[in-house]
């Protein structure tokens, strides 16, 4: 090591090694984020501006569709920059800042989704006690020890990663700045790094996805007793939607963050990089929010009110116009 230049900062490689796709890829990152961006922008809005939205279920899809935003801003401004950047370059400092609110964000969006199929569980199984199980103080318990957890699984990881040197190569085969792949850049032992990162993603990952996994189980067996079968349709059909958009982000999450080193792709890496960073926010409000026919009718109520509002404005910026030449010609 005494014979090695210390690393000060990274190059990406990845995605970024074909020329010919970048535009491309390009055009593609940046359409999926402004849909991401707007998608959440207008749930967190029409949620806040409805008062008959102000219930547990709404106020945890706020805070998912809040997170969402901060998840697919940590990345994909950065991908877009690289995309067009000549040199894509990151600070050792840089990219570890970066890590931790990647870090942050996703175990954060794990725990709202457990507090949200918790929020079904007592509206589905345990109606009668629903107020009692998901008062207002319990719902902001749920959100602050989400953000919590999600802060001492993003801490600890980054500071034992902070400790580390790094000597060369500087190349990192991803298109963003992970954990994983910033570990096999060390030329120091990564031997507690990598049990730090396995305890906790499975700690906290298993403890989310149980308490989900659970929840959802006593609510397709409370759907499986109701007589109408166009209510178990509806019911199935809902809770189907939810549990495939959360076995992706964990299944995705766990094969990225506990395969051993010597199944490593770089083309893996990215699928399942990708599938929950960018995807991911991308679907929640979609199969969460829009799907839902409160959210539809409050969202057609604004955009009602919008359209008066601007034939309004219309009529009497008109009328002015009108006034305006009267007095001309007088």
């Known amino acids: 090591m005494e014979n090695q230049t210390t690393v000060t900062e990274f190059i990406l490689l990845g995605i970024y090694s074909d020329p010919q796709m970048q535009i491309f890829l390009f055009s593609v990152f940046l359409v999926i984020y402004l849909i991401t961006l707007s ?11 409805d008062s008959h939205l102000h219930t547990p279920t709404y106020f945890f899809l706020f805070h998912l569709s809040f997170v969402d935003i901060c998840y697919s801003s940590v990345m994909i401004p950065n991908v877009l920059r690289n995309f067009l950047a000549e040199h894509k370059t990151i600070s050792v400092n840089g990219c570890i800042a970066q890590i ?3 870090l942050l964000s996703a175990a954060t969006e794990a725990f709202i989704l457990s507090a949200i199929s918790y929020d079904r569980y007592a509206a589905i199984c345990d109606p009668l006690h629903y107020v009692e ?3 207002k103080g319990i719902c902001v318990q749920l959100v602050s020890g989400a953000w919590a957890i999600g802060f001492f699984h993003a801490l600890l990881n980054t500071i034992f990663a902070s400790k580390l040197c790094f000597c060369g190569p500087n190349e990192i085969n991803h298109f963003s700045w992970e954990l994983p792949p910033l570990l096999q850049r060390s030329c120091t032992d990564t031997l507690t790094n990598q049990v730090v990162l396995l305890t906790s993603v499975v ?23 109701i007589p109408s079968v166009e209510g178990r349709h509806k019911a199935f059909s809902t809770c189907s939607s939810h549990l495939i958009v959360v076995g ?9 963050y506990t ?6 792709s770089v083309v893996l890496d990215e699928i399942f990089s990708i599938q929950y960073s960018v995807l991911i926010p991308m679907l929640n409000p979609i199969i969460y929010s829009l799907k839902n026919k409160e959210v539809k009718k409050s969202l057609r109520k604004m955009l009602g009110k919008l359209k008066f509002l601007k034939q309004s404005f219309s009529s009497t910026k008109q009328t002015e116009i009108s006034a305006n030449r009267t007095l001309n010609l007088v």
């Open 39 to 49: 998608g959440n922008i207008v749930i967190m809005v029409v949620i806040r501006a």
């Open 100 to 102: 931790f609110f990647i």
């Open 133 to 135: 199980r998901i008062s």
């Open 203 to 225: 700690i906290f990952g298993s403890s989310s996805f149980l308490l989900t996994l659970i929840s959802y189980i006593h609510i397709i067996s409370t759907v499986l007793r």
């Open 248 to 256: 992706l982000l964990y299944l995705a999450g766990f094969l990225q």
């Open 259 to 264: 395969k051993p080193r010597s199944v490593s």
